[in-house]
């Protein structure tokens, strides 16, 4: 059946600039070491769109309403589409005295910050750093080789997927999920307890189960802290006596 907006998809795909034909982002391990752009600390699996809610690029999100399952496809999304086309007005030359003071020292590709706005170096002379405040992306041609791995339809799914988007680092299946006419309830596990953002990552989780699920009233987090057992010592052997020999033996 085609995807329609408002279907809740995991999508794989990887994203190339046409024009480089380098690599940009993938949810594929195997295809982020062959674009060079493998990172460690990545988690490299399916991603959740919510079809129509602008999660992704526009131009992609319309793209994806009418694709089948496991059919490979290709979109193709121009700078207009995308992050629009590049700006001259936005490149500009600092002088490099002004770097030396903040102890920058800027090189050719460096992302750097100026005035609070987020810039590359393009080029550092004696005196003077050409900076682009253009986004990195601007002026490129998207290319996603993308496949619909599945279409979630059970409403445990999609709370579950849900939960595993707002907090990607503790395993889902860990999150134990009960959910009723109007009540959602999530226990969640101790090793997301204290997790940096784990307060505003629950607000987000709540605020999304609440919006495609209007009959739910209320999400109820709750976080079970149980008794830490106090290891016992190992007891330690007892002796075992020594025989008695033949001087010390009773007499009969």
């Not at 190339?16 to 982002?25: A, N």
């Amino acid at each position: 059946m085609p995807v329609a907006k408002g279907d809740f998809v995991l999508i794989d795909y990887t994203t190339r600039i046409k024009e480089t034909g380098e690599f940009f982002d993938t949810t594929s391990a195997e295809e982020a070491k062959k674009g060079n752009i493998y990172r460690e600390s990545t988690r490299y699996e399916p991603m959740l769109v919510v079809v129509g809610e602008g999660w992704v690029l526009k131009a992609l999100d319309d793209s994806l309403v009418g694709l089948e399952v496991e059919t490979p496809t290709t979109i193709e999304i121009p700078p207009e589409q995308a992050f629009g086309a590049r700006d001259p007005a936005k490149i500009r030359m600092i002088p490099a005295s002004r770097f030396r003071r903040q102890d920058i020292k800027p090189y050719p590709g460096a992302q750097i910050e100026v005035d609070g706005r987020p810039a590359v170096v393009r080029s550092v002379g004696a005196g003077r750093v050409q900076v682009d405040f253009n986004p990195p992306l601007a002026g490129k041609t998207l290319v996603y080789d993308l496949t619909i791995k599945s279409v979630l339809t059970e409403r445990d799914d999609k709370v579950k997927a849900l939960t595993h988007r707002r907090i990607p680092n503790v395993d889902v299946e860990k999150f134990r999920i009960t959910l009723s006419d109007k009540d959602v309830t999530i226990e969640v596990p101790e090793e997301a307890f204290y997790l940096e953002g784990i307060q505003a990552a629950k607000r987000g989780l709540a605020s999304d189960i609440q919006r495609f699920f209007s009959e739910v009233e209320r999400t109820v987090f709750t976080e079970v802290f149980s008794k830490e057992e106090v290891p016992t010592a190992p007891s330690l052997p007892q002796p075992v006596p020594e025989a008695a020999s033949e001087d010390t033996q009773a007499a009969p």
